[in-house]
């Protein structure tokens, strides 16, 4: 159950840092929800999804890409989180017609990767200060 309870935490957790994302970075957004109620299921729905796709795509990446964190010094990880956001939006956009649009990859993603990041990381302080 404690487990349930911190998967639960780490999703609502996640799910205020997307939306804080969608707040301070231009061409990110979520899109569906007609009431509020509806709004915050699909973000927290959203950062399910996106916890997923961390947990199982992001490893496979990151280890074939071992030689560009090596050239990059470490860099390649804000385009990996980038990448991981951009996967998250394709699926949740064209599986489901709702969830997280972002416009361009290039910059709205990894503007929307760095903020996610450190939003994520204070929040995570806060939490554990708890």
């Known amino acids: ?18 939306w804080v994302v969608t707040l301070v970075v231009p061409g990110i957004s979520f899109v569906g929800g007609d009431t509020t ?4 299921g699909i973000i927290f729905v959203v950062a399910v999804v996106f916890g997923l796709v961390n947990a199982i795509i992001k490893p496979v990446v990151q280890i074939i890409s071992i030689p560009l964190y090596i050239l990059t010094l470490g860099l390649i990880h ?3 989180n980038a990448f991981m956001l951009w996967i998250t939006s394709w699926i949740t ?35 554990r200060a708890d």
């Open 1 to 18: 159950m404690i487990g349930m309870g911190l998967f639960l935490l780490r999703a609502a957790i996640t799910g205020f840092a997307l």
């Open 37 to 40: 109620l509806a709004r915050i």
């Open 78 to 80: 804000v385009v990996i």
């Open 93 to 127: 956009e064209h599986t489901t017609h709702w969830g997280l649009v972002i416009d361009n990859f290039w910059w709205t993603a990894i503007w929307a990767a760095i903020v996610l990041s450190i939003v994520g990381w204070l929040l995570s302080l806060i939490v």
